[in-house]
């Protein structure tokens, strides 16, 4: 069995490629520790998105736990188009019904999925590590989530929270999902 520990990262003063962590966030990615730390499951790889604020989310864990952390651009946020667009949102939720809808400058649904599943085909085809934490963004993350089962759309990435987090069973093509962070209780992993 492959298990995947998907992170969000924690409050980050915006969604640009270099939008950094809230004092708030720093906070909570501390707070993590103690949540991580209580998984029935040992982490022996983390994997991370490169923007800042997904690695500053889990560098104070892998210190605690004495792990490096690899970077993946595969774990980068999905780009919905390289322009500012006022109805951003609209859109998408258009790209979950449509994934193949591009937005000028965007990466469909369909791509972004591939992309990231990509790694994932990879950690479990050919790593040894059996608990992998992935450390990404919201939109992807409910990619991955969708990927997983088709019930995961557009409401169920407007219910992620920051930081969030997941945990996907895998054994024999079949997968378990559990959400393992409840924003209204401290001590809820």
């Known amino acids: 069995m492959k298990t995947f520990i998907l992170v969000r990262h924690c409050k980050a003063e915006g ?3 270099g939008a950094l962590l809230t004092e708030e966030g720093k906070k909570e990615a ?3 520790i103690t949540h991580l730390n209580k998984l029935n499951c040992s982490i022996t ?10 690695v500053k989310t889990i560098e104070p864990y892998a210190r605690e736990i004495g ?5 993946d651009n595969r774990l980068s946020e999905r780009r919905l188009s390289n322009k500012s667009l006022s109805n951003w949102l609209e859109l998408l939720k258009q790209t979950f019904d449509d994934i193949d809808l591009i937005i000028e400058g965007g990466e469909s649904t369909r791509e972004a999925t591939e992309r990231v599943i990509s790694l994932i085909r990879e950690e479990i085809e050919f790593s040894k590590e059996r608990n992998t934490l992935l450390v990404t963004h919201g939109n992807l993350m409910s990619l991955v989530l969708r990927y997983f089962d088709e ?6 990435w407007k219910s992620l929270t920051n930081p969030d987090v997941y945990k996907i069973d895998i054994k024999d093509n079949q997968t378990n999902i559990k959400r393992l962070w409840d924003p209204r209780e401290l001590n809820s992993i």
């Open 15 to 17: 969604q640009e490629e």
């Open 45 to 54: 790889k983390i994997i991370s998105s490169p923007y800042e604020r997904a």
């Open 151 to 156: 019930r995961y759309g557009f409401n169920e």
């Open 30 to 32: 501390i707070d993590l």
């Open 67 to 71: 792990l490096s952390i690899q970077i």
